[in-house]
């Protein structure tokens, strides 16, 4: 008895602690992401009292370190929505056609082994994709396109595909695992195949973690730096849409590359072309945050709840 009334209040501030470890855990990281913004408004605020905001986001030419500056941001928009949209038509049915076999079609066995070796392709560093578009994606791709150039679209949204493809496969198949199994017997005792279960039965039902996981990988594909970098060049030009077969041979120059490119420049710091690696930032979270908030009013809306 003496032994259980010293032990419980040792238990109750150990509990404590962790759990005063976990809340200062969760105040950090939405303090970091505050200051993160912060900064973002201040020197972006200071880089537009300085650049007119409206030739800003309406301008076609960007060059911040190249007499005459310009710093029309739209290039690096249509390079940027050019190269995700492209990598989103790879990557997105592959993953999920991936996940479809993990969870449907294969065995515990085969889906213990398959999975973990799917999920390494996440780890490798992205400066190695970018260098294996470069040294043999593009070279393929000449094969069948005689007239594509060393940095472009094509290769650099392929190997970026390879590199989200095991976030999308892993969290979608999840998902569809989550599906309560009463549900498939369901639809099995009404006779249908199992494709049919697999389009009319798990997928509406994990479409809200499916649609998560798609969110996740456009999110991580807009921005990549590196191996973007490394395969679609540093070139910074308005993307014509009108003749995409023949842009998406050509290099561009995405956001992330472009802060890069200003980032290692020898512009001094309160120089505008400094400033608008800020501009550009705010930008590209801007369009993240977009993309996020429609990912969680998907979620809320399709999301099932299972007893």
Sequence with gaps: ???QLIKKPYGRIKEDIISLIFAFC???????TIGIVIVLLVEAMDFFSEVDILKFFTGTKWTPTIKPVQFGVLPLISGTLTFTLLTSLIALPVGLLCAVYLSEYSSAKLRSIVKPALEVLAGIPTVVYGYFALVYITPLLKIFFPSIR???VLSAAIVVSIMIIPTIASISEDAMRSVPKSLRLAAYG???TKFQ???TVVIPASLSGIVSSFILGISRAIGETMAVTIAAGNMSRLVNWLKLDEALLEPIQTMTAAMVEIGNSDVTGDSPAYKSLFAVGLTLFIMTLILNAISQVIKKKFREKYE
């Design 150 to 152: 060393t940095f472009n």
């Design 190 to 192: 009404l006779g249908v």
């Design 1 to 3: 008895m003496e032994n």
């Design 197 to 199: 279960v697999i389009l």
């Design 26 to 32: 969760a105040f950090l990281s939405v303090i970091t």
